[in-house]
């Protein structure tokens, strides 16, 4: 079944209403049974109510959402229960007579037992000396992240204004209907504004949004985000205010 906003779409595009190369990238993703964010809709829905005389309808809530803080939650380990023992352990042995005919044998086999671990010693110490020697190959353990060349993120435009609307575009290897999630940051890496859109058919993404709000209220170097499963991508671009 069609989407019903493809008549609305094709009628704007007809009457030359609405910015045409937003109105053609939702109409070939209309036409393509393709996932359409909901910006795009209340984009289409405003231009139809206001030039194609649609009566307006309750608004429901977008993907978008504001950042709050971290919550942190903190946790009490409990301390570890010392049992004592039921019965305490005796780890001595009864002293044993040594008769005076059997002592000097005692100091014999006593200065073998010394003799023999001195031997001992000085083996494993040689031993240690020459191993020393055999040079060591360390292996770095510190994981490597590379980013992928098969997920990108882009927009339509390197420079925006406040009040310009963001056209976000992507390419990736996820799954059908998989959750990207996309995020831009201000010059002074403070996160000013984030939405989940689900990856299409070919692995494609896309979505828009506008320049304003909290957090855009200077200019400089905007930094935008993608994260889907274990890869990540970004790119930047420019804001005057």
């Known amino acids: 079944m069609p989407d019903p906003i493809l008549d609305d779409v094709q009628a704007l595009m007809d009457k030359e209403f609405g910015d045409k190369r937003i109105l053609e990238q939702i109409l070939r993703a209309a036409k393509n049974d393709e996932v359409i964010s909901n910006f795009e809709r209340n984009y289409v829905r405003k231009l139809a109510e206001k030039h194609l005389g649609k009566k307006p309808i309750e608004e429901k809530p977008t993907a978008e959402k504001h950042v709050e803080g971290p919550k942190i939650i903190s946790t009490v380990t409990p301390e570890p229960i010392q049992q004592k023992p039921s019965h305490p352990i005796q780890t001595w042995s009864k002293p044993t007579?040594?008769?005076?005919?059997?002592?000097?044998?005692?100091?014999?086999l006593l200065g073998i037992g010394l003799a023999s671990l001195l031997i001992i010693v000085i083996a494993a110490v040689s031993m240690n000396e020459t191993s020393d020697l055999t040079p060591t190959i360390k292996t770095d353990q510190t994981p490597k992240t590379s980013s992928s060349s098969s997920f990108s993120i882009k927009t339509d435009q390197s420079s925006?204004?406040?009040?310009?609307?963001?056209?976000?575009?992507g390419s990736s290897k996820i799954n059908f209907g998989s959750q990207i999630e996309l995020s831009i940051k201000n010059s002074e890496d403070v996160l000013v504004w984030?939405?989940?859109?689900n990856a299409k058919r070919n692995g494609q993404f896309s979505t828009l949004t506008f320049?304003?709000?909290?957090g855009w209220e200077k200019s400089g170097t905007f930094t935008i985000n993608a994260k889907g499963n274990s890869e990540t991508a970004s790119n930047t671009f420019s804001?005057?205010?």
């Open 97 to 108: 007579k040594i008769s005076k005919t059997s002592s000097k044998n005692t100091k014999v």
């Open 160 to 169: 925006y204004s406040t009040g310009d609307i963001i056209s976000i575009t």
């Open 194 to 197: 984030t939405e989940q859109v």
């Open 211 to 214: 320049a304003g709000g909290s």
């Open 239 to 241: 804001f005057r205010k």
